[in-house]
């Protein structure tokens, strides 16, 4: 044993022997001002991001929103989810399609979406009553989150219906293509 | 007589619970985030082309009134209610599309089948013949999917189109976009 090696022994059961009796170790304290400060910043970011967002899309599980090259922002209006299982809208799911991907016939009247169009005018009446309270003008605008195989029939049927219910505007969502 | 003197304690602030919420929030924020950037094409209902149609007919200059139809085996391109490439005399030829498809025999799903250079290079040609049109109408068989119908309105619009400023900062739409107002109508063919 070389006498560096012995020192080093003797200090590690010197240690033993004072951790045996009873002192009291030591104990670090870990810096968190740095941390917090880098998460407070983190977590203003990522609020700041969301709020500015005037409609949160959120897609259906297996929808597949179709693609574009097209760059202009979302403005505010209200969501319809079609996809080829279903349409959704405000979390509930209105009508069921069949296998081909279409409206079920029974919720269908020509091209007006029953059920659906029952939903759009109560939130039409909704919405307008909101903007009057506000004396803003009712814009009257409806974000269709579609699918990527989503049949045009179906596309013009909801259209339809939303016309209906008085909705005067009408935007389809899509996922900002790269060039 | 002394003083006692007491001794300040400094005590230093928990921020172990501070700082388990600000963890919580991160991947919670996260989750509610887009993913992917979301963008929105504004379309007109058929109601609007005629107030379109007016605005051109004020002006003295004859309405392109362009209209394209999205059929399984191509597109069916007309202006004026004339078909781009129909037979001598005929305002239309239900036979035969005006661009063919890229990939024939290809499924719907396929959203590559059709040929959008063609379509563009065509809208481009109208674009030259009508500079103040910025007006389409766009319609498609029952069976053409969601994908097919906006690349269709990308090639119309023109791929180099960026309509951000025009939107939001009110400057002018550039002279890359071609007809980036569309109508969508059912059964137009």
């Known amino acids: 044993m070389t006498p560096e090696e012995e020192q080093a022994f003797l200090e590690r059961k010197k240690a033993k022997r004072a951790g045996k009796r009873g002192f009291a170790e030591e104990g670090a304290v870990l810096g968190m001002t740095s941390l917090m400060d880098a998460i407070t910043i983190i977590v203003t970011y990522l609020l700041k991001n969301y709020g500015s967002d005037p409609v949160v899309i ?43 991907g279409e409206v079920d016939p029974a919720a269908l009247q020509g091209h007006l979406i029953g059920p659906l169009y029952d939903l759009l005018a109560e939130e039409a ?8 309270g506000k004396g803003e003008e009712w814009e009257g605008r ?23 219910a008085e909705f005067r505007e009408y935007a389809f969502c899509v996922v900002m293509k790269n060039q | 007589m002394g003083r006692k003197k007491f001794e300040e304690e400094v005590v230093e602030a928990n921020l172990l619970p501070v700082m388990n919420i600000m963890l919580l929030m991160i991947p919670a924020l996260l989750l509610a985030m887009e993913i992917a950037r979301m963008a929105a094409i504004a379309v007109s209902p058929p109601k609007f082309a005629a107030t379109a149609d007016s605005k051109e007919e004020d002006k003295k200059e004859k309405p392109l ?3 394209v139809f999205i059929m399984e085996d191509g597109y069916r391109v007309s202006a004026s209610g004339q078909q781009a490439g129909a037979d001598a005399g005929k305002s239309a030829d239900s036979n035969s599309p005006t661009i063919a498809l890229a990939k024939p025999g290809t499924p719907l799903d396929d959203h590559d ?23 389409v109408t766009v319609s498609a068989e029952n069976s053409i999917p969601m994908q097919s119908l906006l690349r ?12 951000m400023g025009a939107m939001t900062a009110n400057e002018e739409v550039p002279a890359e976009c071609l007809f980036w107002q569309a109508i969508v109508e059912a059964g137009a063919g």
């Open chain 1, 58 to 100: 959120a897609p259906t599980a297996g929808q597949k929103v179709p693609n574009s090259t097209a760059d202009t922002p979302i403005q505010d209006g209200v969501p319809i989810y079609v996809t080829q299982r279903a349409i959704t809208f405000m979390d509930r799911r209105v009508v069921q399609m069949d296998e081909n």
């Open chain 2, 152 to 163: 269709t309105m990308d090639a119309l619009r023109g791929t180099d189109c960026k309509l």
């Open chain 1, 125 to 132: 009446d909704r919405a307008k009553k909101m903007a009057e």
């Open chain 2, 113 to 135: 089948r059709y040929d959008y250079a063609s379509l563009e290079a065509k809208a481009k040609e109208y674009k030259a013949l009508f500079p103040h049109e910025t007006v």
């Open chain 2, 65 to 67: 009134n362009l209209k």
């Open chain 1, 142 to 164: 409806i974000i269709l989150v579609g699918d990527q195989n989503l049949k045009f029939s179906v596309l013009v049927d909801v259209m339809y219906t939303a016309g209906r």
